[in-house]
């Protein structure tokens, strides 16, 4: 395994913007958002801040100031779809820069861990502390997904076997029991 260090370049913008939180309309939260910098898309946001920190991705983060399930998501803006990553941000400091990071690598197509049942006991055998499921750490099967490990690792490998027979099926049928914890 090697010892790979996250670089990160970062710009924090406070925006304080007043919107009314349907629970859905993340769209209108990320038009806002550009709006107050002069930006027409989110393309064109990102691009400016890859250009600025010389680097090839700019992921954005909205961190909220409202109790919500913290989630990433595919918005279409402008000619090209972007991914962003929304951030409930309560008082436990902790936990929000933990869901940042988890957030951050659905950009990169980290998967989650703890939906259907079959995913989460294979995961809490094998990545216990990933940050995948509620951890600190960059498990095996995540650090091969987001590139930084070029070879799955034997334990990597298990976590496949054990969960290839999950449907995508399975992980909606779970998500729609899992109402509570706002989906």
Sequence with gaps: ??????????????VPIQFRYDGENYEHIVHEVLKQYGFDNAADYQAHYEKKFKKDE???????????????RNIESGAAGSEFSFVSFNDDT?????????????QFGAIDYYLPDTVKQTAEKLFPESVMLRGWEID????????????LSDKAKQFLDETSGVTAEEI????????????
Excluded: Q
């Excluded at 395994?1 to 406070?14: E, G, I, Q, W």
């Excluded at 700019?58 to 990433?72: T, Y």
């Design 58 to 72: 700019a992921p954005l983060i909205f961190i909220i100031n409202r109790n919500f399930r913290s989630f990433a």
């Design 1 to 14: 395994m090697t010892d790979n260090r996250l670089k990160v370049s970062y710009a924090f913008d406070d």
């Design 140 to 151: 095996d099967l995540t650090r091969y997904i987001i590139g930084w490990d070029k070879k």
């Design 172 to 183: 909606s049928e779970a998500r729609e029991l899992d109402k509570d914890n706002d989906w």
């Design 94 to 106: 902790d936990t929000c820069v933990r869901t940042m990071i988890h957030e951050v690598l659905h």
